[in-house]
């Protein structure tokens, strides 16, 4: 039985799939311990897991601001104290980290106690976590097709975003009944991400009734502390009841991405992974901040892949255009659900656990070739 520590917190979109490599190997009767970080969205969503032991770490997040770099130095500090304690009290076999500032840390730790690393990279531009150690990581996990010069491929796999258990699509009626959203009309999600998004929040404010005069219902997630949960009705000129469902935050992604027709989403790969898992076509909007930009790169990839449209932050006036002419065009959004259905993984979380557990040797296994040499040299 293997002992595994994951570091995975500090955004949904390196929990989530944390979460999902940790069931997987509970599952199989491992020890698992994952590191999450203090901050809300990582305390509510761990708050659905019981079955699985987090630990909350210190740490924050690189700036070059000389207050919040300073902050950075010191709390790293304290977590690179903090997670040599815990190594040595779990002498675990493997660590795997998911990237963002919570990883460092264990990742430091791991490599002073010789400890094998195996890293995730969810992006199509490799975060700072996997560029900074690359070199002392066993394993690496990158997105289909990306290449980082001058890495041995022999120690890269591609095997894509793990979901959680029961992370599934469902029928699109059923989805709505379980959400409370009436009426046969289209069905528009929008996604700002864990930390939701202000100006896709302002978008749906500034277009919502003209959408819902159309008989398009929304389902937006605004993100916590952005807006308080409410539903606004309109009535449609034929008579119909319309509504926008403004909601901070869901433990029941699923049934919100299996509700529609279509999402607005902003780019990250983990948002982008549960739309495929529910075959749903999207128009992605980068977020035009994000480390090295790679939620660009995530962007032009869908869209090459044939299963999203994109636009840029610059390009939102175009928005709602866009939205009406493809929610209404079934042909072409059947056309993005069979593109998408010819790429989704949908068994990443099983195989990365299959490939992570050959990355250490049990200690108390013992050949049977051994075990009879020592024998033998006992009678002599």
Known sequence: MAKVIIACGGTGGHLAPGIAVGQELQEKKHDVILLVSRKQVDSRLSQQYTDLTFKPMSGAAFSVNPVGLFRFVFSQTRSLVSHLKLMLSQKPDVVLAFGGFTSLGCVLAACFMRIPIALHEANRKP?????????????????????????????????????????????????????????????????????????????????GSKLALQEIQIYCLTGMGKSEERVC????????????????????????????????????????????????????????????????????????????????????????????????????????????????????????????????VPKKVRSKESLLAQVKAKRK
């Open 233 to 360: 009705e309109y009535t449609t000129p034929q008579g119909k009841k319309c509504q926008i469902h403004f909601v901070p935050f869901t433990d029941e992604m699923d049934w919100v991405l299996s509700s529609a027709d279509l999402a607005v989403s902003r780019a990250g790969a983990g948002a982008i992974a549960e739309m495929q898992q529910c075959l749903l076509p999207s128009i992605l909007i980068p977020y035009p901040y994000a480390a090295d930009d790679h939620q660009r790169a995530n962007a032009a990839f869908c869209e090459a892949q044939g299963g999203a449209l994109v636009l840029s932050q610059n390009q939102i006036s175009n928005l709602y255009n866009e939205v009406c002419d493809l929610i209404f065009n079934d042909w072409m959004l059947e056309r993005m659900r069979s593109n998408i259905r010819a790429v989704r993984k949908q068994t990443c979380a099983e195989q990365t656990v299959e490939d992570l557990l050959t990355l250490f």
């Open 127 to 207: 975060g700072k976590a996997t560029r900074l150690f690359r070199h002392f990581a066993k394993r690496i996990y990158l997105p289909d097709g990306l290449r980082i010069k001058g890495e041995r491929q022999n120690k890269v796999r591609y095997l894509g975003y793990p979901l959680r258990k029961g992370f599934v699509r469902h029928p699109r009626e059923e989805a709505r009944r379980h959400l409370g959203i009436e009426g046969s009309g289209k069905v528009l999600v929008v996604l700002g991400g864990s930390q939701g998004a202000q100006s896709l929040n302002e978008w749906v404010d500034n277009n």
